[in-house]
């Protein structure tokens, strides 16, 4: 069904349906409603091009993302978080453009989408303390949603995030109320402002009893199988081991849960694990229970609520200019697994089998 068979089917003319379903305001309420449901019940598309004509706009949104090998941005939740958003593309006729680019060159590569005008908006990835593209952003005119927050910037902006800090205050008083002291933390490349938001709610929950983490026990890296499996290799070896994990990432986890199997330790007995999870499509923490005590909060419905942030934005410059910038911040829930159980007293010595194994 093309725009004139619609048209002729409601007995409107092809520009008033065109408008009514392009949200053009001099279209009555009660037409728009009728319009946009007939459009739904015979699954009319409009053209995107005729909808660029038609609006003015490039129906395009950007994602620049930056190459490098040591970033939080070549974690595999970011293909959820695209998932997400394409969702809203697709459902308002919008394309996605992605643009890869080394980190250098990042604030050419908006500068080049502004001038092109090749998109309408774009979504910043992967914020650091005091990210500079959010100035420049302001300065290109830009619009934008960014993907988390970034300490230090006094500039507003609109921004979807996890409570990262209440999240991991969370799951670090989850660990101490379990007896454990010996508390580390595996966390995200150092710089990157949900990294350090999760370290300080880490902090807060020991100081809050008057207790101290041990630094030797807090890394920052790259969010791999590979971090969690050699800190914790490194990390038990040690005199004075810890007795539990916070793992800022399911993959670290996991990587965590190898390293005690090689040493032959048991998760949520000898040694807990809680990790943040961010609900992946394909990647799940368990079927229908847990294996990881979690901190969870989707990123695909990040992906979906950044989308249609920036989209309202676009339909409605005013609310760019004239308002305060839309912000959400979303909260972990706490999910209770198999991988977390009391501190173990370690002034009694472990059970072993005949061969001298640990039970």
């Given at each position: 069904m093309n725009l004139k068979d619609l048209a002729d089917l409601l007995g409107l003319s092809p520009t008033t349906v065109s408008r009514a379903l392009n949200g053009f305001p001099e279209v009555a309420e009660a037409t728009r409603k009728r319009v946009e449901e007939a459009?739904?019940?015979?699954?009319?598309r409009p053209n995107t091009q005729a909808k660029r004509l038609a609006t003015g706009r490039a129906m395009a949104i950007g994602h620049v993302i930056p190459l490098c090998s040591q970033h939080e941005i070549v974690n595999p939740v970011f293909a959820d978080f695209i998932a997400g958003a394409g969702e809203v593309y697709a459902r308002e006729g919008y394309d996605m453009v992605?643009?890869?680019?080394?980190?250098?060159?990042?604030?050419q590569a908006y500068r080049e989408l502004r001038a092109k005008r090749n998109v309408d908006g774009v979504i910043v990835h992967a914020p650091r303390a005091g990210d500079g593209r959010i100035a420049l952003l302001h300065e290109l005119g830009l619009p934008f949603v960014v993907h988390g927050r970034a300490s230090g910037v006094d500039l507003p902006y609109a921004y979807v995030d996890v409570n990262n800090a209440r999240a991991f205050e969370r799951a670090t008083n989850f660990?101490?109320?379990?007896?454990?002291r010996r508390i580390?933390?595996?966390?995200?490349?150092?710089?990157?402002?949900?990294?350090?938001?999760?370290?300080?709610?880490?902090?807060?929950a020991f100081a809050a009893r008057g207790l101290e983490p041990d630094p030797s026990l807090m890394?920052?890296?790259e969010m791999t199988e590979a971090q969690g499996?050699?800190?914790a290799c490194d990390m038990l070896r040690r005199a004075d081991p810890p007795t539990a994990f916070i793992t800022a990432s399911l993959l670290s986890a996991v990587g965590v849960r190898r390293?005690?199997?090689?040493?032959?330790?048991?998760?949520g007995r000898d040694v807990s694990i809680l990790t943040h999870d961010?609900?992946?499509g394909y990647f799940r923490n368990g079927a229908e229970e847990p294996i990881f005590t979690a901190t969870r909060a989707s990123v695909r419905e990040a992906g979906r609520r950044c989308a249609s942030l920036l989209l309202d934005m676009i339909a409605t410059p005013d609310m760019a200019t004239d308002m305060a910038p839309a912000t959400q911040l979303m909260e972990a829930v706490l999910v209770l697994g198999a991988s977390t159980g009391p501190a173990p007293d370690r002034s009694v010595p472990p059970m072993t089998t005949a061969q001298g194994l640990p039970l």
């Open positions: 459009a739904q019940l015979h699954h009319y992605l643009i890869s680019v080394p980190v250098e060159d990042h604030a660990l101490l109320d379990l007896g454990h580390a933390l595996l966390n995200g490349v150092e710089g990157m402002d949900f990294a350090l938001r999760r370290q300080r709610g880490f902090a807060r890394i920052a890296g499996h050699d800190a390293g005690l199997w090689e040493l032959g330790l048991r998760m961010d609900e992946l």
